[in-house]
């Protein structure tokens, strides 16, 4: 259980530095085609190191086709298809989002930018795997969240409930809390990290990028 006692106004700055200092890495490319995060790398012969802040990883050099800066830009989120639910209007999709995320001390811009992720505001989109809503919640997750995933207002608050409280479980570290999010925790314990996964690289820079353009806004 976690314990909501951090102001507001700490949990953004902390927050903010977190997804400052992540985007100022870099992606390893491999020939396989999967894309590995890193604050920096080291060659030495045929070898090369990937540093990040959990550790560091070494590939051989032949298996890096080459790096990608901060402004590589990911493809767009996979499609999903849509099933009926309760019918609100974008205006109050907006607010939704806002008033949960006031209600858990997360900035909105930041709350918006992991719906955009998600569901691209679509109340009724339905991933391959089965989440669903806004906040693209699997239905057990809902479930041990006390919430319906199928009714927006609860679809959004569980959400947010949730991100907030993997924020705290990993000390507001932005990148392994939407890691977690997109991949699940095992992922992240399995790792010590951000997961290995192209997928949730892409996702986690996509959020990063849409939370920062809203702020220069």
Known sequence: MFVDRMKPAALVLTLLCS??????????????????????HETDGGKLTLFTKTGSTQL?????????????TPPPPAPTRV??????KPAEVGELIDN???????PPAFVRAVVAAESGYQPNAVSPKGAIGLMQLMPATAHELGADPKIVEQNVDAGTRYLRDLLLKYDNRAYHALAAYNAGPGAVVKYHGVPPYRETQNYILHVLRTWRKAQAD
């Open 60 to 72: 051989d050099a032949s298996q890096v086709v080459r790096f990608e800066q901060e402004d590589y």
């Open 19 to 40: 997804a400052l200092s992540a985007m100022a890495g870099e992606y390893a490319v491999l020939a396989s085609g999967s894309r590995l995060y890193a604050d920096r």
């Open 83 to 88: 099933v009926p639910v309760a019918t609100t």
């Open 100 to 106: 949960a995320a006031r209600k858990y001390g997360l």
